[in-house]
């Protein structure tokens, strides 16, 4: 729905001549047209450096899509009722996959795309949001202020589900998750639906989460759409429908450590192996789409437009619809075409360079 409004509003501003603040850039490097989709839908990336797969999850169609790292299809896994979040193994073997509309955690062989288990989570608990702690997959579940975490222990034989980790009535949906191994025993949730934007740190390492930090509207943040912890495990990057920049906050405290720029309406966020952070943003053309930092930059050392893959409309990039690849070269885009109701998957290589030419 924030898409749509977002769309809606890039689009009258432009029709009254007003100015909704850009970004003081030069006009952005193009990226290529970018693969056709046959889905109109996305909601979450998975990159796989073992076999050089990208996985590309549909809630509306209960598939994954699987694509090279050239952005070819590959594969179709089918039979995944309301997929959305995906979390990958720490030995990228496996992938694990909430299924909202099956109440169920799905477990996918990522080798043959088949699935080696499946999970119940409880009828009407419709988990939808994940996030991998160590042997734990912590899943985001329920709808409006029903709404909990929970978790499923892979360390097990026979794998645990428990719910209710985190008391009802804080959350108005199912709410963004984010884990990092270089983040151990901390978890990261946020409210995606609420303004002002809700955080809140805990303490995963026990057998019980333990809040260590809760922040409202942090750095002036509203309707949190993406996160991303960095390498070093000492901050979190998100992206929401406001402010009109990428904020970074320090963990586990979430004090505002560093803005980098973007535009108006940032979606999506996402950093490399090496720090370089791509921040997304629902912008019109000439604006850019994707602004690629350095760590701590104040400027971008580069800034890709997606206009080829969407026709230079309005709401070009999807949320949560950026990934890197694990050596930080290749940055993957999921883009909106105005003319054709199916998504693009958009490949930058070599991302982690400056523009030539």
Not at 324 to 330: A, K
Request: hydrophobic content about 40%; overall charge negative.
């Amino acid at each position: 729905m924030l898409r749509r409004t977002s769309r809606i509003l890039v689009t009258l501003a432009a029709a009254l001549g007003l100015s909704l603040g850009a970004a003081p850039m030069s006009r952005a490097a193009p990226a290529d047209e970018g693969t056709a989709l046959p889905i109109a839908y996305h909601c979450d990336l998975a990159v796989d450096p073992l076999h050089k797969r990208l996985f590309i999850s549909d809630y509306n169609t209960g598939t994954v899509l699987v694509s090279d790292y050239q952005g070819h299809l590959v594969q179709t896994i089918k039979n995944l009722p309301g997929v959305c979040d995906l979390e990958l193994s720490a030995d990228y073997r496996t992938l694990y996959a909430p299924l909202a509309r099956a109440d169920a955690i799905s477990v996918i062989d990522t080798s043959t795309g088949r699935q080696r288990a499946r999970y119940a989570t409880g009828a009407g608990t419709a988990p939808f949001r994940a996030a991998l702690s160590g042997q734990t997959l912590y899943f985001g579940y329920g709808e409006q202020w029903e709404a909990s975490v929970g978790s499923l222990t892979l360390a097990s034989s026979t794998p645990v589900v428990r719910l209710g980790l985190i008391p009802e009535g804080q959350f108005s949906g199912a709410p963004l998750l984010a884990a990092s191994p270089a983040a151990a025993g901390t978890l990261v949730v946020a409210d995606q639906n609420t303004s002002p934007g809700q955080l809140w740190v805990y303490d995963v390492s026990g057998a019980t989460p333990v809040l260590r930090t809760t922040a409202s509207s942090p750095g002036g943040s509203a309707n949190f759409l993406d996160m991303a912890i960095t390498p070093d495990g000492k901050s979190l990057l998100t992206a929401s429908g406001a402010p009109y920049h990428h904020p970074s906050f320090r963990l586990p405290d979430l004090t505002e450590s560093h803005t980098y720029p973007s535009t108006h309406y940032p979606v999506a966020v996402a950093v490399s192996s090496h720090g370089d952070v791509a921040a997304g943003v629902n912008s019109t053309e000439p604006d850019p789409d994707i602004y690629l930092y350095r760590p701590g930059a104040d400027a971008p050392y580069r800034t890709v437009s997606l206009a080829p893959a969407t026709g230079f409309d309005a709401g070009s990039l999807r949320p949560h619809g950026l990934i890197w690849t694990p050596d930080g070269s290749r940055l993957f885009a999921i883009a909106e075409h105005n003319n054709e109701e199916n998504l693009r998957l958009v490949v930058i290589p070599d991302a982690n360079r400056p523009a030539t030419g």
